[in-house]
Structures are given as structure tokens and as C-alpha cells.
């Protein structure tokens, strides 16, 4: 199983940007994705999760300025980052909580993650 995470970028203050991860592999079932992201110096910290049917969690300090969304036909989750401050300066990374088979029939379950990407806000 593999994430790749892009959409990362240097924007304003007050500007928008939009994540994307898409998921591959031999994969038999996505539960639950989200995104993370850890700032220099700091530990890792929740961002957004969106499960299997739809629902959204967030992150206190982004409520009402990001927006996670999937296609789960494209294996694919988002963030949609408006309204971004200094301090939303970190890598994001993408998870996702996946049933896949390997080349012996066996079934893996396993929470994966992407590589990360970057995103700066700054003047």
C-alpha cells in the first residue's frame, strides 16, 4: 500500500490551497483517512478525518477554514485549506486505514501513511 500527498505549496495569508493523497496497492477496503501535520519542533497533530460513509472530524483550530473530502472510487482524500495563517506553516501527511491483499491471499490491515508535503504560509 502507498499514499502520494501533493497540493503543497508557499501561499499568503489569507490564501487557499488544496492537498490531495491518493491510495495504491491491492487494496480491498479504505475505512477511515485523514490528515495530519507537524510543524518544526513540534509533535504530529490530527488535522481532519473523514470515514468510509462520509463523516467529518476536525481540529478545533481549523473548523469552519478546512474542508476534507474523498472519492472512493478514485481511492483518493483531500483538504481544502482556506483562510491559511503563519501558523498552518507545516508538513501534512495523509493516512488511511486500509484492508489489502497480498500475493498470497492473505488480508492486511494496517494504518499507512504518505510521505508528506509541505505547505508555507507567509508574506
Known amino acids: 500500500v502507498q499514499l502520494q500527498a501533493s497540493g503543497g505549496g508557499v501561499v499568503q495569508p489569507g490564501g487557499s490551497l488544496r492537498l490531495s493523497c491518493v491510495v495504491s496497492?491491492?487494496?480491498?477496503?479504505?475505512?477511515?483517512m485523514g490528515w495530519y501535520r507537524q510543524a518544526p519542533g513540534k509533535q504530529r497533530e490530527l488535522v481532519a478525518t473523514?470515514?468510509?460513509?462520509?463523516?467529518?472530524d476536525y481540529a478545533d483550530f481549523v473548523k469552519g477554514r478546512f474542508t476534507i473530502s474523498r472519492d472512493n472510487a478514485k481511492k483518493t482524500v483531500f483538504l481544502q485549506m482556506n483562510s491559511l495563517k503563519p501558523e498552518d506553516t507545516a508538513a501534512y501527511y495523509c493516512?488511511?486505514?486500509?484492508?489489502?491483499?497480498?500475493?498470497?491471499?492473505?488480508?492486511?490491515?494496517?494504518?499507512?501513511w504518505g510521505q508528506g508535503t509541505q505547505v508555507t504560509v507567509s508574506s
Open positions: 493516512n488511511a486505514d486500509v484492508l489489502s491483499m497480498l500475493y498470497s491471499g492473505e488480508y492486511v490491515a494496517e494504518r499507512a
Open positions: 473523514v470515514t468510509s460513509g462520509g463523516s467529518t
Open positions: 496497492g491491492n487494496i480491498v477496503r479504505i475505512d477511515s
